[in-house]
């Protein structure tokens, strides 16, 4: 008898938590919905527009297709696979940097010209936005730091804590393979 009520109140007690899970999660989803905050008008978001370039996958990495425009690409033909958020000591090749970008993060990426102490700081910046931020070096570039988004770039000569800050900040979550919040690309035909 005593063995029933143990089984019966462990069933109580599991089942009990598992709406509590349920219901935590829901409320999670429903709150993360009304704090979505508009969007930025276009004159507050920094860096520069870049045209649309595309959007189609590639069937791999050095799949020919059209040069990008804009040295990092802010938009166009791109890998199927992505690389995660973080901090990569090697150059992320193109296609991949793209696929990145289509997802709403961020790239902070540096030339050789960029100094060790330079490289930390931005990494350290780039440590602060887990989920937004991809670091990374980009030889292409040849000097300072380039910040993309989907179809946007600033550039800077030196890391400037305050510039990088506002770029993630502001730009990141734009977009995700669509405009949310009411974005645009603030391109002009």
């Given at each position: 008898?005593?063995?029933?009520?143990?089984?019966?109140?462990?069933?109580?007690?599991?089942?009990?938590?598992?709406?509590?899970?349920?219901?935590?999660?829901?409320?999670?989803?429903?709150?993360?919905?009304?704090?979505?905050?508009?969007?930025?008008?276009?004159?507050?978001?920094?860096?520069?527009?870049?045209?649309?370039?595309?959007?189609?996958?590639?069937?791999?990495?050095?799949?020919?297709?059209?040069?990008?425009?804009?040295?990092?690409?802010?938009?166009?033909?791109?890998?199927?696979?992505?690389?995660?958020?973080?901090?990569?000591?090697?150059?992320?090749?193109?296609?991949?940097?793209?696929?990145?970008l289509e997802h709403g993060h961020v790239l902070l990426q540096y030339g050789s010209d960029v100094s060790a102490s330079d490289v930390e700081r931005l990494e350290?910046?780039?440590?602060?936005?887990?989920?937004?931020?991809?670091?990374?070096?980009?030889?292409?570039?040849?000097?300072?730091?380039?910040?993309?988004?989907?179809?946007?770039?600033?550039?800077?000569?030196?890391?400037?804590?305050?510039?990088?800050?506002?770029?993630?900040?502001?730009?990141?979550?734009?977009?995700?393979?669509?405009?949310?919040?009411?974005?645009?690309?603030?391109?002009?035909?």
């Open positions: 008898m005593r063995r029933r009520w143990l089984g019966l109140l462990v069933g109580i007690i599991v089942t009990s938590l598992s709406v509590l899970t349920m219901s935590g999660l829901a409320v999670g989803v429903l709150v993360g919905q009304f704090t979505d905050r508009a969007a930025l008008p276009c004159d507050q978001v920094p860096g520069t527009p870049q045209p649309f370039e595309g959007d189609r996958h590639i069937a791999y990495e050095s799949a020919p297709h059209d040069p990008y425009r804009s040295k990092p690409p802010t938009s166009g033909p791109h890998s199927p696979r992505v690389v995660i958020p973080g901090i990569y000591r090697d150059p992320i090749v193109e296609e991949l940097q793209v696929h990145v350290r910046l780039g440590r602060k936005h887990p989920r937004d931020v991809v670091v990374a070096p980009y030889p292409a570039l040849g000097r300072g730091i380039a910040m993309t988004g989907w179809q946007r770039l600033q550039r800077l000569d030196a890391v400037d804590d305050q510039a990088v800050e506002q770029f993630v900040t502001k730009v990141a979550g734009r977009y995700d393979h669509q405009w949310r919040n009411g974005a645009t690309p603030c391109t002009h035909p």
